[in-house]
């Protein structure tokens, strides 16, 4: 849903079901931003942001919100 009311927004926004498949679509291509929940199925919005090796400004999301996920996000 949010990548539908970015692109509606008129973003161009690539989605990734998880880590592997995040690092995959970020091949070759530049982001303004990373959008990623903080637990992905096969690693954390962390490991992605390591592994894409940038400084790129990133919204963390999590559907739990426990003080530990805030942490990790900041």
Same mark, same amino acid.
């Given at each position: 849903?949010?990548?539908?009311?970015?692109?509606?927004? +008129?973003?161009?926004? *690539?989605?990734?079901?998880? =880590?592997? *498949?995040?690092?995959?679509?970020?091949? +070759?291509?530049?982001?303004?931003?990373?959008?990623?929940? /903080?637990? =992905? %199925?096969?690693?954390?919005?962390?490991? =992605?942001? $390591? $592994?894409? +090796?940038?400084? $790129? %400004?990133? /919204?963390? /999301?999590? +559907?739990?919100?426990?003080?530990?996920?805030?942490?990790?996000?900041?």
């Amino acid at each position: 849903m949010l990548a539908r009311l970015l692109r509606l927004a +008129g973003h161009e926004v *690539a989605v990734a079901g998880g =880590l592997a *498949a995040a690092v995959e679509a970020a091949q +070759g291509r530049a982001f303004d931003v990373v959008v990623s929940d /903080i637990d =992905l %199925p096969d690693g954390s919005g962390q490991d =992605l942001l $390591l $592994l894409l +090796g940038s400084r $790129l %400004p990133a /919204i963390a /999301i999590s +559907g739990s919100g426990t003080e530990e996920d805030a942490r990790r996000s900041l």
